[in-house]
C-alpha cells in the first residue's frame, strides 16, 4: 500500500495524461474514422477502394507494429506527427506543442489504428437501417441530402452508438502501448518505472495502475448498458 | 456494397452513371496525384525506395535475403507458437471461469436444506464471496490493457520465486519468456473468453435450463451437457474474432524481449548493413495482413455456416428441390 502512496502524485498525473492521450485520439480517430466511413459508402469505386484497403490494412496488423512504424520508421522520412501541433489546443493539452514527439506520434498511432475500427462501426450502423427507409423517403420526393440528414443518419446513429463505445473502450486501454514507445510520465510509463527501474512490489502498482483505467473504461460501460438496455424497449 | 448502394442511392439512371465515371475519374486521378506527393515523392527523396534498402528484403539474388528471411522466419515460429499456446489456454481458462461463474451464481440462491443454521449461513456466505472474488478478477484484468498484463506477469513470476521452466526441444523453441507472453495472454483472453461463454449461456432459453433440471440432470451437469455446447456453437464467430485478437497481440511480446517476429524485425532493422526500419515493418505488418485476413475470411465462413445448420434443422419444406423441378418441367 506505501508504494501507492508514496507514488499517489505519479499515479494522478499519469492518469491526467492518460486521459489527454485518450481523449486527442478519441477526437481524431472519430473524425478520421467518418471521413472513411463517408469514403466507403460513396457511390465513387476509386474512393470506396481507398476507404476498403483502409479498413483492411489496419484492422489486420497488430497495434505493436503500427506504433514501430509511427515512431521509428516515419521519422526516417521526416515525418513527426508535427501537424498535431495545432494552436489554441497546444495550450489546454500542453504536451501536443512540447519539442519531443512521443505524445503526438502516440495520437497519431492510435488515431490511424482505431479510424478503422470507427469506420466499421458507423458503416454497419448505416447497413442496420432498412433499404424500405430510404426509398420511402427519395418515393416521397426527399433530396439525397435530406434523406442522409433526416432519415437515415438518426436511425444508423442508434445503432452505431454501442459499437462505437466498444471500440473507444478497446483505444482507452490500447492507449497503453504509448508508455512503451517513449511517452513519458502516462499510466503505462509510471507503471513500468515503478515497477522496474524502482523494483516496487508490483502487485500492488499492478492493480493502482489496472484500476485507473477502469476509472475510464467502467463508466464509459455502464452508459452503454444503459443505451442498449434503452433501445432494446424502443425497438 | 450492393446493399448499401440500396440504403443511400435509387439504381442510378444513364445520367447518374455518366456522373459516377466522370467523379471516378477525377477521384482516381486525384489518388493518383495525392500518392505521388504525399508518398512516393517522400520515400524516393528521402531514398527510401532504394535496392539497397528492399534487396535483403524482396530479392532473392541479394546476399542478406537468405540470412534475413530465416531470422523472420524463426520470429515468425515463435509469433504463431506463443499464439496457439496461448489460444488454447484461453479457450481452457475461459471455459472454467464460465462454468465457475455460472455455479457460483447458483449457490447463491441454494438454501442447504440438511446443514444447521450457522452452517448453512457460513456456506451461503462462502458462496457469495468466491462469487464476489471472481467478479473483481475477471474485471481487473478484462479492464487492464494487455500490455500491462503480460509486463506484470513477467515481473512479478521472479517476484513470487516462480519462474516458468525452459521447454526448448531440438527444432521447438520454448524458452521461459515465451511462457510469460503466453500467461499474460492467457489471463485477458480468458477472462473475455470466459465472459463470451458466459453470456452465450445466460442468453439461451430457460427452457433449456428447465428441461434439464426435470429430467434429474444436478445443475454442474446441465451446465457442462446442455448449456455450454449450445454456447460454443451460437459463440463461434466471436471466440474465432477473439483468436484474430490473441495473435495480433501476441506481437506484444517484444515488451518482455520475448523473440518474436516484430521484436526480431526490429532488431534486424538496427543492424548497421540493413538500417531499414521502414521496409522492415512493412514487411512485418503484411505478413500480420496476410495471416489475419485469412482468419478473419475463416471466421465469416464459420458464421455461414452456423447459420445455414440453424436453418437447417427447421424441418424441411414438403416438396424437395428435384421433386419442384420436375412439376415445373
Keep these: ?235 | 456494397m450492393s446493399q448499401q448502394g440500396a440504403v443511400l442511392y435509387d439504381v442510378p439512371g444513364p445520367r447518374a452513371r455518366r456522373v459516377t465515371t466522370i467523379v471516378s475519374l477525377l477521384a482516381g486521378l486525384a489518388l493518383l496525384v495525392g500518392a505521388y506527393f504525399l508518398v512516393y515523392r517522400p520515400l524516393a527523396d528521402a531514398g527510401e525506395l532504394s535496392m539497397d534498402k528492399w534487396g535483403p528484403l524482396i530479392d532473392p539474388g541479394n546476399e542478406l535475403f537468405g540470412q534475413v528471411w530465416r531470422r523472420l522466419g524463426d520470429g515468425l515460429r515463435a509469433t504463431l507458437l506463443a499464439a496457439v499456446f496461448a489460444i488454447v489456454f484461453s479457450l481452457l481458462v475461459g471455459t472454467l471461469l464460465a462454468v465457475l461463474r455460472l455455479q457460483l451464481r447458483q449457490l447463491r440462491t441454494r438454501r442447504y436444506a440438511g446443514l444447521s443454521r450457522p452452517l448453512a449461513l457460513a456456506a451461503r456466505g462462502l458462496g457469495t464471496g468466491l462469487g464476489w472474488l471472481t467478479r473483481v478478477f475477471v474485471e481487473v484484468f478484462r479492464g487492464a490493457p494487455v500490455v500491462i498484463t503480460i509486463f506484470f506477469v513477467w515481473r512479478v513470476l521472479p517476484e513470487l520465486g516462480l519462474r516458468p521452466p525452459d521447454l526448448s526441444m531440438p527444432g521447438l523453441p520454448l524458452p521461459s519468456l515465451m511462457w510469460s507472453l503466453v500467461i499474460g495472454l492467457t489471463l485477458y483472453n480468458g477472462v473475455v473468453i470466459g465472459e463470451i461463454l458466459r453470456s452465450g449461456m445466460q442468453g439461451l432459453p430457460r427452457g433449456q435450463t428447465e428441461a434439464a433440471q426435470a429430467i434429474g440432470l444436478s445443475s454442474l451437469q446441465t451446465t457442462l451437457r446442455i448449456l455450454l455446447p449450445q454456447a460454443y456453437r451460437i459463440m463461434l464467430p466471436a471466440l474465432i474474432s477473439q483468436l484474430v485478437v490473441v495473435l495480433k497481440d501476441t506481437a506484444l511480446g517484444f515488451i518482455i524481449t520475448y523473440s518474436e517476429v516484430m521484436r526480431t524485425a526490429n532488431l534486424l532493422a538496427e543492424n548497421p548493413q540493413l538500417r531499414n526500419p521502414l521496409q522492415m515493418y512493412a514487411v512485418v505488418g503484411v505478413i500480420f495482413i496476410l495471416v489475419n485476413y485469412t482468419l478473419s475470411k475463416l471466421a465469416g465462413y464459420v458464421e455461414r455456416r452456423v447459420a445455414r445448420g440453424r436453418r437447417t434443422a427447421i424441418p424441411p419444406p414438403a416438396a424437395a428441390p428435384e421433386e419442384v423441378a420436375a412439376v415445373v418441367r
Excluded at chain 1, 442508434?158 to 478497446?170: M, Q, R, T, W, Y
Excluded at chain 1, 513500468?192 to 500492488?204: C, D, E, F, K, T
Aim: aromatic fraction near 10%; charged fraction near 10%; include cysteine.
Design chain 1, 1 to 235: 500500500m506505501d508504494v501507492i502512496l508514496n507514488n499517489r502524485d505519479a499515479f494522478f498525473s499519469g492518469f491526467l495524461l492518460t486521459l489527454q492521450l485518450c481523449v486527442l485520439a478519441g477526437v481524431g480517430s472519430l473524425l478520421l474514422g467518418t471521413v472513411l466511413a463517408v469514403l466507403r459508402i460513396s457511390p465513387v469505386p476509386p474512393l470506396r477502394w481507398l476507404g476498403t484497403s483502409y479498413v483492411n490494412v489496419f484492422r489486420n496488423v497488430p497495434l505493436t507494429v503500427v506504433f514501430f512504424f509511427v515512431v521509428f520508421a516515419l521519422p526516417t522520412i521526416g515525418v513527426r506527427a508535427d501537424f498535431l501541433q495545432i494552436p489554441g489546443l497546444d495550450q489546454v493539452f500542453t504536451r501536443l506543442g512540447i519539442q519531443l514527439p512521443y505524445f503526438r506520434m502516440a495520437i497519431f498511432a492510435l488515431m490511424l489504428y482505431t479510424a478503422a475500427f470507427v469506420c466499421e462501426a458507423l458503416r454497419s450502423g448505416v447497413n442496420a437501417v432498412p433499404p424500405g427507409q430510404a426509398e420511402a423517403a427519395r418515393s416521397i420526393g426527399l433530396t439525397f441530402t435530406q434523406n442522409v440528414r433526416h432519415v437515415v443518419l438518426p436511425q444508423a446513429w442508434k445503432a452505431a452508438v454501442v459499437p462505437l463505445g466498444s471500440v473507444i473502450i478497446a483505444m482507452i486501454k490500447n492507449s497503453a502501448l504509448a508508455g512503451f514507445f517513449g511517452l513519458t510520465g502516462d499510466l503505462s510509463a509510471t507503471f513500468q518505472q515503478l515497477v522496474s527501474a524502482r523494483g516496487q512490489a508490483a502487485i500492488p502498482v499492478f492493480l493502482a495502475v489496472a484500476a485507473g483505467f477502469l476509472v475510464l473504461t467502467i463508466p464509459l460501460g455502464l452508459v452503454l448498458d444503459q443505451v442498449e438496455r434503452r433501445q432494446a424497449v424502443t425497438r
